[in-house]
Nanobody, 122 residues
């Protein structure tokens, strides 16, 4: 059983920045951030593969968000810059012991954090 603990959410004005953290209780194959806005489906935001450090992003955050990892701490970060009101959502950390594709599919991840709220005001 992998436990995930997120932190770093909050409220910020448009154009601002936030950094989310997700600490895992053990090493995982990959870790990702998903988000779910009000009345919207949960969507994959970014993923990082622990072994290679390879990263992938949803188009809407490319160039603004950066996912990174500290393998020594089993921790993943999501640096969010140039935030927009449409980025407002509950952000969830997800992890898988065995990497599965596609990463944007919730079913590819067995372990989930409780979520951290991000609110961006205009």
């Amino acid at each position: 059983q992998v436990q995930l603990v997120e932190s770093g959410g909050g409220s910020v004005q448009a154009g601002g920045s936030l950094r989310l953290s997700c600490a895992a209780s053990q090493y995982t194959c990959n870790m990702a951030w998903f988000r779910q806005g009000a009345g919207k489906e949960r969507e994959g935001v970014a993923v990082i593969y622990s072994g290679s450090g390879a990263t992938l992003y949803v188009d809407s955050v490319k160039g603004r968000f950066t996912i990174s990892q500290d393998n020594a701490k089993n921790t993943v970060y999501l640096q969010m810059n140039s935030l927009k009101p449409e980025d407002s959502a509950m952000y969830y950390c997800a992890a898988a012991l065995r990497c599965a594709a596609p990463w944007t599919n919730e079913g590819s991840f067995r372990y989930w954090g409780r979520g951290t709220q991000v609110t961006v005001s205009a």
